[in-house]
């Protein structure tokens, strides 16, 4: 893997040119160094229009991101560290997991099960043990 690419799965890799990040002043710890150094990683990722995703995969992910591009870019920001270096692979992972899951096949559909007869059982046995509870604790001699 070349330096600058991020590995998503074993099989997607985002190129480095695909990538844009963007340094800020973040807020938080830092102390006289706060005002000064820009620490702040706004990480994007044009996942529309992306070459290193192959068409249906490039559709899913844009299907499932909906809520979270703009214009088809997606942005993640990472500014929990004190130093630049950690929020740029603190926002990498965070976008690489954004992009596997938005990635993931879906799951396989739910085959429709019925509770077996002793199921059933338990279940009308256990709710007439608590009706019985009940009845003694109002006193009805029923």
């Known amino acids: ?18 990538l844009t990040e963007r340094f800020s002043r973040s807020s938080g710890p830092g102390g006289q160094g706060v005002n000064t150094a820009d ?3 706004e990480l994007s990722f044009d996942v529309a229009g992306s070459a290193a995703l192959p068409p249906w995969l490039r559709q899913r ?11 088809g870019v997606l942005t993640v920001t990472a500014s929990e560290h004190r130093n630049q270096l950690a929020n740029r ?13 938005a990635i993931a096949p ?3 559909p739910r085959r429709p099960t019925r509770p077996s007869r002793a199921a059933k059982e338990r ?13 003694l604790r109002r006193g009805d001699p029923d």
């Open 123 to 135: 279940r009308i046995s256990d709710k007439k043990r608590r009706a019985q509870t009940k009845r």
């Open 39 to 41: 620490s702040r990683v």
């Open 106 to 108: 879906p799951a396989p």
């Open 89 to 101: 692979a603190a926002a990498r992972d965070r976008l690489s997991a954004l992009l596997r899951e």
């Open 1 to 18: 893997m070349a330096a600058g690419e991020m590995r998503v799965t074993d099989s997607v890799v985002i190129p480095a040119g695909e």
């Open 61 to 71: 992910a844009v299907q499932r991101l909906a809520n979270r591009l703009v214009g």
